[in-house]
């Protein structure tokens, strides 16, 4: 089924250790998100990618970083990660057409950090 | 800067109850204005959208419309089932070239038999 792909679904990091998120869309829309999740807070932009090559910080980027790998794929990663960034990772993509299409969102990677 | 203010919840209601939703916005261009769905254990999903001002984005009985003058995009359904438990965020898109959504908080939703 096409859409937005999210790996992996749950992780347990400790504080300190890295790791990377994937995503990936097979729907070549050009522009990919990604948000986190706390509760009471709704969902706020990290980083995001408009089109291939191009990536931009978003609300709350400190501490993460990205690669926009090629136009499929879209990797968030914690250098040293924080309990601060337990949180539930949500990675989105759109064609680009100025919001006139709503966003695709993956399922979500459920990560905590102790 | 862009902001959505959404309703506080939770919200409980019994089956065939009236829903709404507040939501209203900030914004300082024409944005483009959203209901997301999120089920449990699940991403979100765009319930319905609406992208100028009057237009009414409607979508599974629940409908809601853009309301420059009162900058609101309420989400009202008439008659609300189990299934329509979860929780609805508001959201609006700036309409520049990097499509940023801003959310606002999320409402949860239950509906009881």
């Known amino acids: 089924n096409a859409g937005v792909t999210q790996t992996p679904k749950f992780q347990v990091l400790k504080t300190g250790q890295s790791m990377t998120l994937q995503c990936a869309q097979d729907m070549n829309h050009n522009s990919m998100y990604w948000y986190r999740q706390d509760p009471g807070m709704g969902l706020r932009l990290i980083y995001y990618s408009a089109s291939e090559g191009t990536t931009d910080k978003g609300e709350v980027p400190n501490g993460y970083n990205v690669s926009r790998l090629n136009k499929r794929e879209f990797s968030l990663r914690l250098e040293s990660a924080a309990p601060s960034q337990t949180s539930v990772y949500f990675c989105a993509s759109i064609e680009g057409l100025g919001g006139l299409e709503g966003y695709t969102f993956g399922s979500g990677t459920r990560l905590t950090v102790v | ?113």
């Open chain 2, 1 to 113: 800067g862009d902001s959505v203010t959404q309703m506080e919840g939770p919200v409980t209601l019994s089956e065939e109850a009236f829903l709404t939703i507040n939501c209203t916005y900030t914004a300082t261009g024409y944005p483009s204005l959203f209901w997301y769905v999120q089920y449990p254990g699940e991403g979100l999903q765009l319930l319905l959208k609406a992208t100028k001002a009057d237009d009414k984005g409607s979508n599974k009985g629940f409908e809601a419309t853009y309301r420059k003058e009162t900058t609101s995009f309420h989400l009202e359904k008439g008659s609300v089932q189990v299934s329509d438990s979860a929780v609805y965020f508001c959201a609006l898109s700036d309409n520049t070239g990097a499509n940023n959504l801003f959310f606002g908080t999320g409402t949860r939703l239950t509906v009881i038999p």
